[in-house]
């Protein structure tokens, strides 16, 4: 009797330890599905910014192009005060190129977490500086429906040697079609900073994605910035030396 109560025992710690590490892994699995969906091998597109705010809105036009997790470049088309500004990602390294005063300037560390172009989203937020799959641990909470969706709930914690911007992050992730339909992000303190919503899903290429994303603060009454995507391709022929400080300085 012993024995066997001891086999039984033995059997449901090693269960409840494989289902733990099953349940961990598939919960990587889902955000990197999800991560490779919005990404591809390679991208470019062409996306409107609208940042609202209680007396005011301005719109930014932009093109992008990114290949991986580790090269990312923006070019500001729009408005005329802007247009010709660009923002390259090299993999941990981040620059501004300004034309109308021929500079350029490398952005450290330190303002990842700071706003893009006076928007609600951050540097890292557009250049995706740290990566949702490799710098975070994942845990599924559970499940929720988003916009009739059904969605898995993920809760992204920091991994201790991860220089990251966000103290937790919390992704719904639709369960057939891997969008990622919101997004709510924590400071250190764990209070609540932004909550990003998606919608309008449209196809692109290959794909189907999300078009439309609001990005929301916590605590900014009258506070919203919009980003509409109009083209994007993916896998498509983009060389590692496309995204240079030379090529920053010439592209259109």
């Known amino acids: 009797m012993k024995t066997m109560n001891l086999k ?4 449901l710690i090693t269960f409840l330890i494989t289902g733990f590490a099953i349940k961990a892994q598939d919960a990587k699995e889902i955000v990197q599905k999800a991560n490779e969906l919005v990404m591809g091998k390679t991208s470019q597109g062409a996306t409107t910014m609208t940042i ?36 390259l990602k ?12 021929s500079r350029m300037i490398k952005i450290p560390p330190s303002m990842m977490n700071q706003s893009w172009m006076g928007s609600d989203f951050t540097n890292d937020d557009l ?30 914690m920091p991994k201790e040697d991860a220089a990251v911007v966000w103290g937790k992050i919390i992704m719904w992730i639709a369960k057939a079609e891997y969008y990622e339909m919101k997004m709510q992000y924590f400071d250190e303190d764990m209070a609540l900073v932004n909550t990003q919503t998606a919608s309008k899903i449209t196809q692109f290429g290959d794909r189907k994605i999300p078009a439309h994303m609001e990005m929301i603060p916590a605590d900014k009454e009258g506070h919203k910035t919009i980003l509409d995507t109009e083209a994007m391709e993916f896998d498509v022929d983009l060389p590692e030396s496309f995204f240079s400080q030379q090529n920053m300085k010439r592209i259109k």
Request: aromatic share 14%.
């Open 52 to 87: 609202e705010r209680p007396t005011w809105t301005r719109t930014v036009s932009m093109k992008s192009w990114s290949k991986g997790t580790d090269y990312y470049m923006i070019l500001i088309t729009a408005p005329a005060r802007d247009k010709g500004q660009v923002f």
């Open 90 to 101: 090299r993999e941990n390294d981040m620059w501004n190129w300004m034309p109308a005063i």
């Open 127 to 156: 250049v995706k500086m740290n990566s949702i799959v490799e710098d975070y641990n994942h845990t599924i909470l559970g499940e929720e429906e988003v916009s009739s969706y059904d969605c898995y709930k993920i809760e992204l």
């Open 8 to 11: 039984i025992g033995l059997f």
